[in-house]
């Protein structure tokens, strides 16, 4: 009897002990829309099902990268991981970093606070969108927003012929999409 299925959290977001045993993930960003006040930023990913809740020091890394809209992060693609160094309430907890972002040319560095009156520069690396390998299967996604994100993510004449033609089919079973930037 395989256990891995009961091994993940009972939690509506994505955690540090997901990543922790998969090691580091490429996401696809599907959509940013607002939290509760204490977590405030929930950042939907086509693979994965639940959210993504940054804390402060990822979202000032976002925001130093990509800039302050949120909408603008639809397609754009992240790596995250878990990094046990990570301290809440002084202890070594861990929590989820991110390590790569599309769309950016360089590597950058983000100054963050690591504790009260200390800070220290955080480096985010390029991340290399690899247009022939697409982030999920696009003949059998349902998931609209993902196909968009896909869409949105790459410069792939063929990736997106395959997202153009499973929408199709996705109309002709009585939904419509439109993609955008498809004239």
Same mark, same amino acid.
């Given at each position: ?63 130093? %990268? ?15 991981? %878990? ?101």
């Amino acid at each position: 009897m395989d256990i891995t299925d009961t091994l993940a959290p009972k939690s509506d977001q994505l955690d540090a002990v997901d990543l922790s045993h998969s090691g580091p993930r490429t996401f696809t960003i599907t959509d940013v829309s607002k939290g509760a006040p204490d977590q405030p930023v929930n950042v939907h990913l086509a693979e994965f099902p639940r959210v993504w809740r940054p804390g402060k020091s990822m979202r000032r890394v976002l925001a130093s %990268c990509w800039g302050t809209d949120a909408s603008a992060y639809v397609g754009r693609r992240v790596t995250l991981f %878990c990094d046990p160094t990570v301290k809440f309430g002084g202890e070594a907890v861990g929590g989820i970093r991110v390590s790569h972002m599309s769309h950016i040319d360089k590597p950058t560095k983000v100054p963050l606070i690591v504790t009260r009156g200390k800070s220290a520069m955080y480096t985010v690396q390029p991340l290399k969108v690899e247009a022939s390998t697409p982030a999920l299967d696009i003949a059998t996604t349902t998931d609209r927003a993902a196909l968009r994100a896909l869409w949105q993510a790459t410069s792939s004449l063929e990736v997106r012929d395959q997202v153009r033609a499973r929408v199709a089919e996705l109309d002709a079973a009585g939904e419509t999409l439109p993609i955008e930037g498809d004239q």
